[in-house]
């Protein structure tokens, strides 16, 4: 199970995600984080759900492909959406779905963020990342993330 904890985050998106919460919840939609960190293993077995595992295709990335691997990544939802079957993924609660993930994006983009809600090939609504503009390849090459002062 992937992490839900902020603090597991680089320090510039946990301080992006922070801002997010704080635009989300003053907009009176408070959000919850659902998945933060992920490690190679458990981004291999996401990446298996509908296709060697039973359930629905949610992801494109591998294990290492992930800006969840290198906690650049978070997955969010409006806690109003976590009741509803599929966090409102469904026609009858579509109009309410679709108008909580729009500002969800929104107050994300706001916060220099990318929305996985505007991703062609598959929509993934809870999904935040920030990429420090460094490409998936340059960070398994190992390129420094910018600000990170973990690792000094």
Same mark, same amino acid.
């Not at 301080?15 to 190679?40: D, F, L, N, Q, W």
């Not at 996401?46 to 294990?63: D, E, H, M």
């Not at 679709?98 to 991703?119: I, R, S, T």
């Given at each position: 199970?992937?992490? +839900?904890? #902020?603090?597991?985050?680089h320090?510039?998106? +946990?301080?992006? /995600?922070?801002?997010?919460?704080?635009? /989300?919840?003053?907009?009176?939609?408070? !959000? @919850? #984080?659902?998945?933060t960190?992920?490690?190679?293993?458990?981004?291999n077995a996401?990446?298996?759900?509908? @296709?060697?595992?039973?359930?629905? #295709?949610? =992801?494109?990335?591998?294990?290492g =492909?992930?800006?969840?691997?290198? +906690? &650049?990544?978070?997955?969010?939802?409006?806690?109003k959406?976590?009741? &509803?079957?599929?966090?409102?993924?469904?026609?009858?609660? $579509?109009?309410?779905?679709?108008?909580?993930?729009?500002?969800?994006?929104?107050?994300?983009?706001? $916060?220099?963020?990318?929305?996985?809600?505007?991703? +062609? =090939?598959?929509?993934? @609504?809870?999904h935040?990342?920030? =990429?420090?503009?460094?490409?998936?390849?340059?960070? #398994?090459?190992?390129?420094? !993330?910018?600000?990170?002062? @973990?690792?000094a």
């Amino acid at each position: 199970m992937s992490s +839900r904890d #902020i603090s597991e985050l680089h320090p510039v998106v +946990r301080a992006k /995600c922070e801002a997010h919460m704080k635009a /989300c919840a003053a907009a009176g939609m408070p !959000i @919850r #984080i659902t998945a933060t960190y992920r490690s190679v293993a458990e981004q291999n077995a996401l990446y298996a759900q509908g @296709r060697s595992k039973p359930g629905k #295709i949610v =992801t494109n990335a591998k294990g290492g =492909t992930s800006y969840h691997n290198f +906690r &650049l990544a978070y997955d969010g939802v409006p806690e109003k959406l976590l009741a &509803l079957d599929n966090w409102g993924d469904n026609k009858k609660d $579509q109009a309410v779905a679709n108008a909580a993930w729009a500002l969800y994006g929104k107050l994300a983009k706001e $916060q220099g963020l990318e929305w996985g809600g505007e991703w +062609r =090939t598959i929509k993934d @609504r809870p999904h935040c990342q920030w =990429t420090g503009g460094l490409t998936l390849a340059q960070l #398994i090459q190992g390129a420094k !993330i910018p600000g990170d002062t @973990r690792m000094a």
